[in-house]
Structure formats: C-alpha cells, structure tokens
C-alpha cells in the first residue's frame, strides 16, 4: 500500500512539476506573505520536508543550513534555481518523507513542511512523522503548515468544489488527520495549533521532547 501511494504521488508531480508554481500562483499570492514570518525564528541545521520547488528557500535566515528533500526529482531540479537564490546554505536530496534512508537521527534543530500532510495519504503519516521525530535533535521544533476543511458551512462549499481539482493534480486533501496522530504521539508536544487565515490554513507547532 506504501509503495503504491508513493508511486502514484511521484507520477502526479512528474507531470505537474513543470507548471507547478504557474498552477499554484493564485495561492502563491497569499502564501508569499506567510513564508518569512512563518521563518524567521528558525536557525540552526533544518529539514524542510517536502521542498517542492523551492518556494521558502529565500525566506530563510542567513545562518541557517537547510536540507531540502522531495520524492520528485523533477521537483527538485526546479528547487535548484530557488536554491542559488537563497542567503542561506542549502542541500537538495531525493527522499521520501515516509522513510528518510540517508538522513541521519538527532541531527536537526528543525523540521518545516509547508502542504506536505495534505498531501500525505492517512495511511502514510504516522510514519513520516515517526520519521520527523527520528531526525530531529531531543528538543528540536517542528512546524507544520496545512490546509483542512472550514467548519463554516458557505466556506466549506467553495473548498469542496475545489477539492476534485486539487486531489487530481496535487494528491492533496483537506481531512487529513494530521494533528490528531500528533496528539496521539508520546515523543512529541504540541506548541501551538492555530490558523493563519479562517479556519482552514493550520500551523501546527511543536518540539521533539527530551525524554
């Protein structure tokens, strides 16, 4: 079932990866508005899982050093050019989030995800975030930005005439359940869940713990 989900993601953005950031630029508008506050308080060495094409690589503070990995290669291509953009050092790897082979343990003061859990079948997440907690140092910080479905009734409506669009092109869905196999995780706290906008973009905050 794994494989499956990871083939069949890898083959989606094979496709869309060359007009990714086109299909994405009416939410880009908002999104670049976000990514240096959602960044700036980030240092040391980070994982930013799932990179796509590189759109937070500038956001980055100077002294940090990201490692950026994504399941697409062709993804990844594109990440480069944002890369020589950034004022920070980078590292571009192809890696599946579900299982890290060539990323070390207790190595990172951050993990960052930017849309990445949407993405992420159910079925898949406990083992990516299993996996976050693995790489990062005891006391590191994670940050998780997601999108899920508004309580408000008329918003919902409009989000689930979107939905077919961007579960056919992205694998993206918004009733994911991230934020409860995190509450449900013991090596793990929780910041802070609280949106951005609405009731719909959830930033998830919180640290590895120590014991």
Not at 43 to 65: I, M, Q, S
Not at 117 to 128: G, M, S
Not at 152 to 173: S, T, W
Request: proline fraction near 4%; include cysteine.
């Amino acid at each position: 079932m794994r494989e499956d989900a990871t083939h069949s993601l890898a083959r989606k953005y094979r496709v869309i990866s060359w007009f990714y950031d086109i299909l994405d630029y009416p939410w880009e508008r908002q999104y670049r508005h976000w990514r240096p506050l959602f960044l700036k308080d980030v240092d040391g060495t980070v994982l930013e899982a799932g990179v796509g094409t590189g759109r937070n690589l500038r956001h980055y503070p100077l002294k940090v050093h990201v490692t950026g990995i994504d399941l697409s290669p062709e993804m990844l291509t594109i990440a480069k050019r944002s890369a020589r953009k950034a004022a920070c050092s980078v590292t571009l790897l192809q890696q599946d989030a579900v299982s890290l082979r060539d990323v070390p343990s207790d190595h990172f003061d951050w993990y960052i995800a930017t849309f990445l859990y949407c993405v992420l079948p159910d079925e898949l997440q406990p083992r990516a975030l299993e996996e976050m907690i693995r790489v990062l140092k005891p006391g590191g910080r994670f940050k998780l930005l997601e999108i899920v479905y508004s309580k408000n009734e008329n918003l919902r409506r409009r989000q689930e005439r979107v939905v077919p669009f961007v579960e056919k092109l992205y694998g993206a869905r918004f009733d994911r359940h991230t934020l409860e196999y995190l509450k449900r995780n013991d090596h793990i706290e929780i910041l802070s869940a609280r949106f951005l906008k609405a009731d719909t973009y959830l930033l998830i905050e919180g640290r590895r713990k120590t014991i």
